[in-house]
T-cell receptor, first 115, second 115 residues
Framework: EAGVTQFPSHSVIEKGQTVTLRCDPI?????LYWYRRVMGKEIKFLLH????????ESGMPNNRFLAERTGGTYSTLKVQPAELEDSGVYFC?????????????FGSGTRLTVV | DQQVKQNSPSLSVQEGRISILNCDYT??????FLWYKKYPAEGPTFLIS?????DKNEDGRFTVFLNKSAKHLSLHIVPSQPGDSAVYFC??????????????FGQGTELSVKP
């Protein structure tokens, strides 16, 4: 099966600009997650979708971040306007309901650099 | 407040010897624990997991031990191989990932296995 795909792999934008990250989960996976790793630190949870519904968005840093998952397939994470502290690697992951204890499958991430 | 801690940022081991990676957690509500391996420019890859009803889980060269009273888990790799060189993340959740469990990650330990 195809893995979790993220676009773009790298993005360099100026402070104040807008960036949209995209994630295509594994087909059939209802759970979709966004995580972020900043400055080589721990990987932090941002939010969780079940199909098209936001189940938990407690990790979203502020209202400059907007995530959507229209139709319950791919998801986008928009940062508007971007700030310097938003730089980091954004990971998307998906998991299948009813398949216990196999963990998530992560994508390769989008490295965002805000200059 | 770091709920999952990996206090060793790096570990160097000789090929063929045992690698022991440690992880401590503070939240007694955590019931599921996972280890992920991450190569540069790739997303984390699920390695092995354990639930709180067990104290050991083994998969080939990888064994995870859980000590609930000490809130401590460890990953043993025997024998270590150069291809095991990567960053290892410990993660914990209060819910199975297939049920939408949110993962709390440690900071990671960079393992280097020398030939």
């Amino acid at each position: 099966e195809a893995g979790v795909t993220q676009f773009p792999s790298h993005s360099v934008i100026e402070k104040g600009q807008t960036v949209t990250l995209r994630c295509d989960p594994i087909s059939g996976h209802d759970n979709l997650y966004w995580y972020r790793r900043v400055m080589g630190k721990e990987i932090k949870f941002l939010l969780h979708f079940v199909k098209e519904s936001k189940q938990d968005e407690s990790g979203m840093p502020n209202n400059r971040f907007l995530a959507e998952r229209t139709g319950g397939t791919y998801s986008t994470l928009k940062v508007q306007p971007a700030e310097l502290e938003d730089s980091g690697v954004y990971f998307c992951a998906s998991s299948q309901q009813g398949r216990p204890n196999y963990g998530y499958t992560f994508g390769s991430g989008t490295r965002l650099t805000v200059v | 407040d770091q709920q999952v801690k990996q206090n060793s940022p790096s570990l160097s081991v000789q090929e063929g010897r045992i690698s022991i990676l440690n992880c401590d957690y503070t939240n007694s509500m955590f019931d599921y624990f996972l280890w992920y391996k991450k190569y540069p420019a790739e997303g984390p890859t699920f390695l092995i997991s354990i639930s709180s009803i067990k104290d050991k889980n083994e998969d080939g060269r990888f064994t995870v031990f859980l000590n609930k009273s000490a809130k401590h888990l460890s990953l043993h790799i025997v024998p270590s191989q150069p291809g095991d060189s990567a960053v290892y993340f410990c993660a914990a959740s209060d819910q199975e990932t297939s049920q939408g469990g949110k993962l709390i990650f440690g900071q990671g330990t960079e393992l280097s296995v020398k030939p």
